[in-house]
């Protein structure tokens, strides 16, 4: 065989920078990849990712969102054996055990629920833009797009919003262990923060039992349904603080990706300004074309063959959505941002299948009020000159920006209109 021309190294910096082209490699000549160095398999063409999706018995979703393919050092075991066992969640879960938790779980998720948010996102937005247009200049990520999900998910569960910095930092860490390349130290500190964020929510729920509250967590602690029994405390625990590291990062990142994309395609910011109509397809197309979640991760049950290359039992698939968004048979001119272009039943950056996004219609919501707000009451935002001023995460499955120093005009009465 040919040595592989295929340099695929999530954590190089080139490739956080700009990893398209490697990603165009990887399906023009080895669609699934065997990534040594950590032992990933990476699945990356639309009709083998539907395969992975539409085949759950084969591509367990156990440790799905778990990035490193070690077990934790021992430090780190210790630590998070002083809380309660972590799985299973909606997310890593399979099968009846799946199908019960998204049942009672979407009962307390509705879209009613989801629509009533409406006017509480967009006074969010405006609250948190009050607080530094008059400025000139800020970092878009610390002040914005992290705490707009956070606010928008606290309200929804019911929990104070003063506790929002510590429940932004606790699941920001859980990244950090389920990625777990930092050194052990810092990793049995994010453990750390892990137990803290399960006694917080443990906490949370024994003050609702037998209430009659109206929020999320108390809608959790319902009766069961349809035959399936009620959640237990310890599985209603793990719902919110599944949504929240499910619908924080993700929300967080897209916003970024969002207003650098725009911002380095003016005529298609300028056609959506122009249209405000155009402002769900252009939502559809940040997603698709900069995907937050790039690929998740699923175990292999059974030794299996996928685009012919023979995937043993207990490997681990990275199922790569941000790759197969870019994917020329699905989508026409796959590297052009479009906002035109309507691929919300297409595009692949919330997942398909039975573990398809819970959360889309709050996150595109967000979306859909957030940044077209931001364009209209900061005039000429742009990112800050300088070369810090853009700064990636190195979460690689998770692709946005740590940092995103951002300036605009002040606007004369830099109030909201
Ligand atoms: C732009 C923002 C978002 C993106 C890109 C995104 C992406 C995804 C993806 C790709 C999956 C599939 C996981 C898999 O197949 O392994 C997923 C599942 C999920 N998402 Fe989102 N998500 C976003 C926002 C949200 C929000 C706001 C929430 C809720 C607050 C949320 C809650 C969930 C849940 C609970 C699941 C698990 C569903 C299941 O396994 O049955 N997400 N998301």
């Not at 509480?120 to 400025?135: G, H, K, M, P, Y």
């Not at 237990?232 to 993700?250: D, F, K, Q, S």
Request: hydrophobic letters at 45%; one cysteine or more; glycine letters at 6%.
């Amino acid at each position: 065989m040919n040595a592989c021309p295929v340099q695929f190294d999530p954590l190089a910096p080139e490739q956080l920078a700009d990893p398209y082209p490697v990603y165009s490699q990887l399906r023009a000549d080895r669609p699934v990849f065997h990534d040594a160095e950590h032992d990933l398999w990476i699945v990356s063409r639309y009709e083998d990712v539907m395969i992975v999706v539409r085949e759950p018995e084969t591509y367990s979703s156990e440790n799905a969102v778990r990035a490193s393919t070690q077990p934790w050092p021992r430090p780190v075991l210790d630590t998070l054996a002083r809380g309660w066992p972590l799985s299973p969640t909606l997310t890593d879960s399979d099968g009846d055990v799946h199908r019960r938790l998204r049942l009672l779980v979407s009962r307390a998720f509705t879209p009613k629920r989801i629509a009533d948010m409406e006017d509480t996102i967009r006074r969010a937005v405006d609250e948190l833009i009050d607080a530094f247009v008059s400025d000139g200049c800020a970092d878009i990520i610390e002040r914005f797009a992290w705490p707009l999900p956070m606010m928008a998910i606290t309200a929804i569960l019911g929990v104070p919003r003063e506790d929002v910095p510590r429940l932004h930092r606790w699941s920001y860490n859980w990244l950090r262990l389920m990625q777990a390349t930092d050194p052990v130290g810092e990793l049995v500190a994010c453990a750390e923060d892990v137990v803290a964020m399960q006694r917080y929510f443990m906490d949370a729920l024994e003050q609702r039992a037998g209430g009659e509250g109206t929020d999320l967590m108390s809608g959790l602690l319902g009766a069961g349904v349809a035959g399936s029994e009620a959640l237990t405390m310890i599985e209603a625990m793990r719902v919110p603080m599944n949504l929240i590291i499910a619908g924080h990062v993700t929300v967080t990142r897209a916003i970024g990706n969002g207003l650098v994309t725009l911002l380095s395609a003016s005529d298609q910011l300028a056609a959506v300004q122009q249209d405000p109509e155009r402002i769900p397809t252009m939502v559809e197309e940040i997603l698709r074309f900069e995907s937050p979640a790039q690929g998740l991760f699923r175990t292999v049950r059974t030794d299996t063959t996928l685009a012919g290359v023979h995937i043993p039992a207990g490997a681990r698939v990275m199922v790569h959505w941000a790759s197969g968004n870019r994917d020329e048979n699905v989508f026409e001119r796959a590297d052009v941002f479009d906002v035109t272009r309507n691929s919300a039943n297409a595009h692949l950056a919330f997942g398909k299948g039975s573990h398809a996004c819970l959360g889309a219609p709050l996150a595109r919501l967000q979306l859909k009020v957030a940044i077209p707000r931001l364009f209209e009451r900061l005039p000429r935002l742009q990112v800050a000159a300088g070369e810090a001023s853009a700064v990636r995460d190195t979460i690689f499955f998770a692709r946005g920006f740590k940092k995103l120093a951002m300036e605009w005009d002040v606007p004369v009465a830099a109030a909201r209109t």
